[in-house]
């Protein structure tokens, strides 16, 4: 295996749990009261980071929680807006 690489059985494992996070989070946008949309397009740029790491017990994945709204108390990836 070279390094940076995963065995194919636990990229699958890695792929599915990913999988699985966004339909929830895709499931659960779609039950919101669209309270933070806007009348008028607001483009801005953010970024988001997928931090993984293997260990002894699987792969680890990075998230934080949500301390201001939108979504506070959820779990999210790591990033924000771009100045």
Request: overall charge positive.
């Amino acid at each position: 295996m070279n390094t940076g690489q995963l065995p194919t059985r636990n990229k699958k494992l890695f792929l599915n749990t990913i999988k699985s996070l966004l339909n929830k989070e895709r499931a659960f946008f779609v039950s919101l009261n669209m309270s933070y949309t806007y009348d008028y397009p607001r483009p801005a740029l953010t970024v988001d980071a997928v931090v993984f790491r293997r260990s002894s017990e699987g792969i680890m994945l990075l998230l934080i929680k949500r301390k201001n709204d939108p979504f506070k108390g959820k779990w999210a990836f790591p990033g924000g807006f771009m100045d």
